[in-house]
T-cell receptor, first 117, second 111 residues
């Protein structure tokens, strides 16, 4: 049973380019979460998605960032016109449907380390 | 606004002794708490959880204690092993809401 998969593991972009981060949840999991970890900081919630729906995007920056979880395929976190401050580790987590949001354990992927030059 | 706080950024413990990692929270609505362990260049790994209807949950060498009146939880690892050296994050949530993570405590277990 494969865990949460993220790719790429490392991504280097120049300022102004676009970054696309992919996340495939664990089998049977329908909830996906994206977190960002800046150097020397904890994990910050960005967005929570179910298939074809954004449930909570309260942690997403208002501009340049978007996320989707299509009916088929992985969840995508897209960062347009990247800036140096976007350099961070981006983690995806998934959880099964069940007792409800905030009541199910989230399982994390290995993360994508984005470096903006 | 940091709703979950881990005030000790680091902790060193001798192998075989007890490690105690602490976590404080401010939101009295939180009713589900988790601890994660993270090695460098890897994603966090779930360790143990506790719901607010309990004050203790044990899994092998790991025990989580919850003190709701003090809004405090702790993770006890006994006996500590060198392989336990990692960063530990606590997280809290309430139904229908996101998880809030602390900033982590780096545990070093000295052989």
């Amino acid at each position: 049973n494969a865990g949460v998969m993220q790719n790429p593991r490392h991504l280097v972009r120049r300022r102004g380019q676009e970054a696309r981060l992919r996340c495939s949840p664990m089998k049977g999991h329908s909830h996906v979460y994206w977190y960002r970890q800046l150097p020397e900081e904890g994990l910050k919630f960005m967005v929570y998605l179910q298939k074809e729906n954004i449930i909570d995007e309260s942690g997403m920056p208002k501009e340049r960032f978007s996320a989707e979880f299509p009916k088929e395929g992985p969840s995508i976190l897209r960062i347009q016109q990247v800036v140096r401050g976007d350099s961070a580790a981006y983690f995806c987590a998934s959880s099964p449907p069940g007792r409800g949001v905030g009541q199910e354990t989230q399982y994390f992927g290995p993360g994508t380390r984005l470096l903006v030059l | 606004d940091q709703q979950v706080k881990q005030n000790s950024p680091s902790l060193s413990v001798q192998e075989g002794r007890i490690s105690i990692l602490n976590c404080d929270y401010t939101n009295s609505m939180f009713d589900y708490f988790l601890w994660y362990k993270k090695y460098p260049a890897e994603g966090p790994t779930f360790l143990i959880s506790i719901s607010s209807i309990k004050d203790k949950n044990e899994d092998g060498r790991f025990t989580v204690f919850l003190n709701k009146s003090a809004k405090h939880l702790s993770l006890h690892i006994v006996p500590s092993q060198p392989g336990d050296s990692a960063v530990y994050f606590c997280a809290a949530s309430y139904t229908g809401n996101q998880f809030y993570f602390g900033t982590g405590t780096s545990l070093t277990v000295i052989p």
